[in-house]
């Protein structure tokens, strides 16, 4: 059984390399294009794989040209895939990104499909239990919630991307040890007008384990409940920032799996998210563990 089992998005992605944002009613040609996996879960599974710990989704997918292509995306990169259940008929969750050269940014459009909600089974039920860590990331929320629960109940922990202010999430909030929301969301959910004061916010609302709020270019806040910690990014040539978010998640759930602490969990996922944001995609970019671990010792910061 994985280690690590994920519920959440899993993104047909087509990305288009672009110079500059085009102009409304205009035509441009991108300098080049390509088909990949994404979904912050997804992504996140795909990481944590290609750092060294055994991964598993758990989730719907079509049998549609989006379908085949996820689930041989995930198997392509040694992603658990017998928990998946294949439906016939159905319209894949599926995006289109520009990723612009001049400002080192993207933007997406998404359409996310009509698949049915995931309803877990037994094995789904059992292989949850059997993990050490849940990623779950507000997609498909009912099923993210009971997993949620039913892995507290048997002592595995609950790593939850909070990226949307999708309805409800304070239910998954409930549930979660290593709560790590974007400064957007941190500040959204909680009114405060600093991620500062929003990391404290969650944690006395929600009493997790720990919280760190994310900050994009300018690294991010820990709190533990007695501390407030920041920690940086690191130096990289940004060619494409799509999927860092999804890849920092991924490395810090790998992070706890090899026995980190949270603040070097943060130290390791703002590298590993750095390296990955210097070649096109986000899954094929996230480098294995020795190219971390000698990165970061060239950046001054020893694992």
Known sequence: MAKIVGIGACVFDTLYNVPTYPTEDTKMRATSSKAAGGGPVA????????????????????DDNGGVFLKGDF????????????????RSFASVLW???DSATRTCVFDKGDLP???LSDKQIDAIKQARLLMVDGNEMDAAVEAAKIARENGVEVLYDCGGLYAGVERLLAHTDIMIPSEEFAMGHTGKATAEEA???????????????????????????KTLTSYPIYPAEVVDSNGSGDVFHGAFAAG?????????????????????????????????????KKYMKENGYEL
Request: hydrophobic share 40%.
């Open 43 to 62: 992504t996140g599974l795909v990481a944590a794989q290609k750092l060294g710990e055994d991964a598993a989704y758990i989730g719907v997918l079509s």
């Open 75 to 90: 198997e392509k990169y040694g992603v658990d895939t017998d928990l998946v259940d294949v439906k016939s008929g159905y």
């Open 99 to 101: 990723l612009c050269a």
């Open 117 to 119: 909600a995931l309803t």
């Open 199 to 225: 990391a404290r916010a969650l944690y006395e609302k929600y009493s997790p384990k720990v919280v760190v709020v994310t900050q994009g270019k300018r690294g991010g806040v820990l709190f533990d409940g």
């Open 256 to 292: 706890v799996l090899k026995g980190f602490d949270y603040l070097k969990c943060c130290h390791f996922s703002s590298a590993v998210s750095a390296i990955k944001c210097t070649g096109v995609g986000a899954r094929e970019s996230v480098p294995d563990f020795e190219t971390v």
